[in-house]
């Protein structure tokens, strides 16, 4: 294993950092709207959008740990992960497509069908680029202190991409008179915006680790391999929870705002303030890290993470309108610090790694961590789905009004309004968890 000392320039460190645009605005598109898209506008059942979810990963289980090691043994003049990227750029943008794409049928299975095959096309591509993105995030540099410097950049375009695909999405989907088209519309424009940050990448980018060492077979062992390093564990751990409780809170806002609180206008501007606030933390995390460490900033910004939820917890429809911008922005605070510091721990786990195996297999670890980032993802969907379904939701009936489709909205039961404020006390668990 070579090792290129080159210091990195701020237009490759930006150029990296881009990459997550995808990661961080896919997490807050598909968390906060593409529930609520599948069963307001698809029609969808809520339970049957949950199973699709659990599919998904299971073929995750599957793919993310194979794709670890296809990209640990691809062996090109372009390196092991970037020619990934210049395959992803075409397929971000198909898959986009067809995930907010709607077919014109009141047919389950046929709904089913369509949105499965979405949905794994979708996964399958998110792979193939996630994978070897978060392993170059160990490689883009040698030197600590600039891989700090790169996965702090990399955690603000993060966040201002979360920020962009909070208000503007929406705002896309109001300029049509029908939702499905304006849904379609705005998958098409943001597959080019979370694509072409991939092929600037692959031209711009190399990866200061160069392995010499010729390919490994595929080994059922080597998949678990990760989980012998005790770091590692402790940091999956760590990783799987902050997730689904981030994943728990985004899955059920939309409707928490729509038929709960009674304000699904304010949702974009609720987001806003909730992103914008993940945003401006990120710079004083990392010093705050380089300062006490990363585990004790991890047990300060997890305290503050549960401070947003206990306020949101006792928000109801009669309290002042600001209160719940006060809460989505102290929860704000405590997500983006923690998903943060999450990232930055990475790089430490698969240095700890290499030094206990003497191998560097930042592919193979990086594809468990996509994985349970999914896994953590379609656990509290499913749990939110479920909630809806047993509590009587009811989907929008479809309509044409001079020959354009709407969705006209039902009165929901007071089950479902009972289940929406039940959210909190399970969000507190999941809390409870992670501390």
């Excluded at 296809?70 to 990934?84: L, S, V």
């Excluded at 067809?98 to 591509?125: H, K």
């Excluded at 799987?240 to 949702?267: H, N, Q, W």
């Excluded at 896994?375 to 809806?388: D, E, P, R």
Aim: with cysteine; glycine share 8%; charged share 15%.
């Amino acid at each position: 294993m070579d090792i290129i000392k080159v210091k990195l320039s701020k237009l490759q460190i930006g150029i990296f950092a881009s990459g997550d645009t995808f990661g961080g605005g896919t997490s807050v598109i598909f968390s906060f709207f593409y529930l609520i898209f599948l069963t307001d506008v698809v029609g969808l059942k809520p339970a049957a959008a949950g199973t699709i979810f659990l599919i998904c990963r299971i073929w995750d289980a599957i793919s993310d740990p194979l794709m670890g090691h296809i990209t640990d043994n691809t062996r090109t003049r372009y390196g092991r992960r970037r020619p990934y990227f210049l395959a992803g750029f075409f397929g971000v943008i198909a898959a986009m497509f067809l995930m907010w794409n709607s077919v014109n049928t009141d047919n389950q299975l046929l709904l089913f069908t369509y949105v499965l095959f979405a949905n794994l096309f979708y996964t399958t591509i998110n792979t193939m680029v996630n994978v070897p993105y978060a392993a170059m995030s160990a490689e883009i540099s040698e030197n600590t202190k600039e891989r700090n410097i790169a996965n702090g950049a990399r955690m603000v375009v993060s966040q201002v991409a979360s920020l962009i695909c909070a208000l503007v999405p929406l705002e896309i989907v109001r300029i049509f008179a029908s939702e499905a088209t304006g849904y379609r519309v705005m998958g098409i424009v943001f597959g080019i915006f979370f694509a072409i940050p991939f092929l600037l990448i692959f031209f711009f980018n190399k990866e200061a680790v160069q392995v010499d060492t010729k390919k490994q077979k595929l080994k059922l062992s080597d998949l678990v391999k990760p989980f012998k390093i005790k770091s590692f564990r402790y940091f999956t751990i760590l990783y799987l929870f902050s997730f689904m409780t981030m994943s728990i809170v985004s899955s059920i806002f939309a409707y928490y705002m729509k038929y709960y609180l009674k304000r699904p206008g304010e949702l974009t501007f609720v987001l806003g303030a909730m992103l914008i606030a993940q945003t401006i933390v990120i710079p004083f995390v990392v010093k705050l890290a380089e300062r006490i460490g990363k585990p004790k900033s991890y047990g300060v910004f997890a305290g503050v993470w549960v401070l947003g939820v206990i306020i949101l917890a006792f928000i109801n429809p009669s309290n002042a309108g600001w209160l719940t911008y006060v809460a989505a922005s102290v929860l704000g605070i405590g997500i983006g610090a923690c998903i943060t510091l999450v990232y930055l721990i990475y790089p430490d786990v698969t240095d700890a790694g290499e030094f206990k195996t003497g191998e560097r297999k930042a592919g193979s670890y990086s594809g468990v961590i996509s994985f349970m980032r999914k896994f953590s993802g379609a656990i509290a969907s499913y749990i939110v789905t479920l909630t809806l379904q047993f509590s009587g939701y009811i989907n929008p009936i479809k309509t044409e009004v001079d020959g354009v489709i709407m969705n006209v909205e039902q009165q929901q039961p007071e089950s479902l309004i009972t289940a929406l404020k039940v959210q909190c006390p399970l969000r507190n668990m999941c809390l409870n968890a992670i501390l």
